[in-house]
């Protein structure tokens, strides 16, 4: 009895891993792709003499740029994932590219546009192929009968923690002196950074 128990507990345990990756891995997709890294790679083109068409323009380059790359590696990987059995080395150097990426965008400034592009570029593939694996994963980590609600677990953390945070980061840009930070710049960087550690 107590072994099924211990059993249970960590089979529960291993699922709740598995979908609170999805809890810290959202924020890229909320903070960096959807709201706050778009407006400010964009000052960063103006920055450097750009009208705003051109930045928009450069932005759409460089989010297409890093979406054909994804697609295309993406079956290769998947492929990996499934031949190699060694899931959770890819995904950790994956997830560990888009980390380091992310973590480098504290440092932008000026008219450095096309480090954040290349930083942009490396992080949406480490995440976004981190993902493949991470996906890979599921039949591994959930009993048969349980990969349905431990997929739609892991699509409901995402949501909520990519959403808390952007929450958190969208007050930190508009109200900076609620968390003693000097400026709306410093609420940006402290985003990115936030990205980093969630």
């Known amino acids: 009895m107590v072994i099924g128990v211990q059993k249970e507990a960590e089979y529960r345990r291993v699922v709740n891993a598995w979908a609170m990756y999805d809890w810290a ?33 450069y932005w759409a380059y ?11 590696t993406g079956p290769v990987f998947g492929a990996v994932a499934d031949q190699t059995g060694q899931r959770k080395r890819w995904l950790a150097s994956f997830a560990g590219l888009g980390v380091v990426a992310t973590a480098l965008m504290v440092l932008l400034g000026g008219d450095a546009y096309l480090w954040a592009s290349l930083l942009f570029i490396l992080g949406g593939i480490g995440v976004s192929t981190g993902n493949v694996f991470y996906d890979s994963l599921l039949p591994h980590v959930a009993r048969e009968g349980d990969i349905d609600r431990v997929s739609t677990r892991g699509y409901a953390l995402g949501y909520l923690g990519g959403g808390i945070l952007l929450v958190v980061n969208v007050l930190m840009i508009m109200k900076p002196e609620w968390f003693l930070l000097a400026d709306s710049e410093s609420g940006i960087r402290l985003s990115f950074f936030s990205v980093v550690v969630g």
Request: net charge negative; aromatic share 12%; glycine share 2%.
């Open 25 to 57: 891995n959202s924020a890229f997709f909320t903070t960096v792709v959807a709201a706050v890294f778009p407006p400010f790679y964009r000052s960063l083109v103006m920055e450097s003499g750009h009208e705003n068409p051109t930045a928009t323009a």
């Open 62 to 72: 460089t989010t297409a740029v890093t979406l054909l790359i994804a697609a295309a």
